[in-house]
């Protein structure tokens, strides 16, 4: 049985009994997942390869209805609503539900312009705003020092983890309530890792998090929460500090001390 | 002979033959090429750009009609053929992707490709210069526009799909609807790959001759009525090449030459297009 605290806080997100099947599958690919996000908190997901974490992740933003024929089951409560109805207006809740990627993925356009993308999206056209908060966006991503003087350049010249920070710059600008980060540092060096990580957890002030990582150390570094993830199912969900020191399912000790994964 | 000595004495043949075979094709290009270029530049003068096309032994003759009556159908050609087949391959690539539907346009775009561009002449003859009972500007741009359809199409469809997908989903994921994401983004990332497209369909219509015949057919003076017989550069070749008169061979010649340093130009342009945005990669 899994072992899933209740959380006292006020939540963002709440899964409950979710499942979710791919076009074609079978069986779900995730299996009655029941569990609380934190607001204003940073929740980690962990687990082996193939556990599900990615999938459950892309669910909070509906990014698998990009692909058609994938179901969902059961339910994600957001803001009083599950966000799995069929009348979900999914422009609006990914305004609401921003996300960051593995790989940087800058627009080819200026770094002006890929920060200001969300926001024309949103129909803001006032050219002082607009650049208002083009620059505090920037600022609350920590990039404005390094980018603040050529903000007409192609947002393609900048190194990995510029790239990855002014996607940061461009998820924050539309001000979301929820940010969702698949695996932001796995394609970048030791010090850009640092960074993202020193912005993550200043940004849990304002947003709450979920990111998904293969780095167990990341988890423990950034996290308040943890889950752990195998085959489908969340076997723990906990306080960070007490899952990684005492975890009460076996499977999760297992994992954190390196006897598979 | 050891095993090795035989060895290394094929491979001397094959490498000889190899070579020989790739020195003679190139050697009949650079005769072609230089045959036109020593024949194109001794005939060229600032009266083919005055003077239209006027009988032969008329020191006043030109390819002034010629010119413009080619410029008109390329123009209109590409009018036609470049929003077709920026569409066409935008749908295959961001939403027939891989679907039987889309796979079925890809094999007949490809066959299209490969048709015999007289065969489009004929096709157009039957559907608008019959009906219309005379040769127009019209029927020789519509001919010109399907055979750049596919062309366009294709390398359209081809660019698309080098768009990285998590750029796409990462402006989903920004709350954009498709059409902006592939208007502000996926356009944006492939706008090298796709004008390099729109030159080569350019350059692929350029040199037709066959379905020019039958549709805008030729004309030796200077028109832009779209609804009459119009000249262009090929059919005028054909015609001054072949008759017997030495002013207008002359003429034949440097609207090959012209027509020639189009073509290669827009090829040599093309190619660049790409070369830069793959090093700024």
Redesign the interface.
């Known amino acids: 049985m899994a072992s899933i605290i209740d959380i006292k806080e006020e939540c963002a997100l709440h899964v409950r009994d979710f499942e979710f099947t791919y076009k074609g599958a079978a069986a779900p690919s995730l299996k009655k997942i029941t569990m609380p996000i934190a607001k204003h908190s940073i929740t980690a997901l962990i687990g082996p390869s193939g556990c599900g974490k990615t999938t459950l992740l892309r669910s909070f ?1 509906r ?1 698998h209805d ?1 692909y058609p024929g994938n179901s969902y089951a059961g339910e994600i409560e957001f803001e009083g609503r599950n966000i799995l109805g069929a009348k979900e207006d999914l ?5 609401k539900i ?2 960051i ?3 940087p ?1 800058a ?3 200026s770094i002006f312009d890929n920060v200001a ?2 926001m024309r ?2 129909g803001i056209k006032n050219k002082t705003e607009l650049s208002d908060r083009v620059e505090k966006a920037l600022k609350d991503a920590a990039i404005w020092k390094e980018v603040g003087d050529r903000l007409k350049h192609d947002a ?1 010249g900048l190194s990995g983890g510029q790239q990855q920070r002014l ?1 940061i710059a ?2 924050i600008a ?1 001000e979301p309530e929820v940010l969702l980060f698949d695996e932001p540092t796995s394609a970048l060096d030791p010090i850009s890792t640092q960074g993202i990580e020193r912005l993550v957890i200043e940004l849990k002030e304002r947003v709450s998090i979920i990111i998904v990582t293969h780095n167990m150390q990341q988890a423990a570094r950034v996290s308040d929460y943890t889950g752990f993830m195998y085959l489908g199912e969340l076997i723990e969900l906990g306080e960070t500090e007490k899952l990684f020191v005492t975890p009460k399912e076996k499977l999760t000790q297992e994992y954190i001390t390196g006897k598979f994964g | 002979m050891t095993a090795v000595q035989k060895r290394v004495f094929i491979n001397k043949v094959a490498l000889t033959l190899s070579t020989l075979s790739a020195l003679i094709a190139l050697g009949f290009l650079f005769w072609i090429l230089g045959v036109l270029v020593m024949k194109g530049i001794s005939a060229l003068n600032w009266n083919i750009f005055i003077f239209d096309g006027a009988p032969p032994g008329n020191p006043e003759s030109g390819l002034k009609h010629a010119l413009v009556g080619q410029a008109i159908l390329i123009g209109m050609a590409t009018a036609i053929g470049v929003p077709l087949g920026i569409l066409a391959g935008t749908y295959l690539s961001e939403y027939g992707k891989n679907s039987k539907l889309a796979h079925t346009i890809r094999d007949i775009s490809d066959i299209m490709m490969s048709a015999p561009s007289i065969v489009i002449g004929a096709f157009v003859y039957a559907i608008v210069v019959m009906p219309m009972g005379h040769f127009s500007a019209w029927a020789g741009a519509i001919a010109l526009g399907i055979i750049m359809i596919p062309v366009i199409l294709r390398t359209t469809d081809d660019m698309l799909q080098l768009v ?1 997908g ?12 498709k059409y ?1 994401v592939i208007l ?2 996926v356009y ?2 492939a706008k090298a790959g796709i004008l390099t497209g729109v030159l080569l369909g350019i350059a692929r219509v350029g040199g037709e001759t066959a379905p020019l015949l039958f549709t805008s057919f030729n004309d030796n003076f200077f028109t832009t009525d779209l609804n009459e017989a119009m000249p262009s550069l090929t059919v005028t070749i054909f015609n001054y090449a072949t008759s017997p008169y030495e002013d207008w061979q002359q003429l034949g010649w440097a609207a090959a030459f012209i027509l020639s340093m189009f073509i290669l130009g827009l090829n040599i342009l093309g190619r660049l297009i790409l070369l830069a945005t793959k090093k ?2």
């Open positions: 933003n990014m990009l422009i609006h809740l990914r305004t921003g996300m990627f593995q790989k993925t627009f080819p356009m993308y969300g999206l949103q393609n996607c461009r998820a539309v | 990285p998590e750029l796409r989903e990462a402006a989903f994921a920004l709350g954009a609807p902006k502000s983004v944006r990332g700024r990669k």
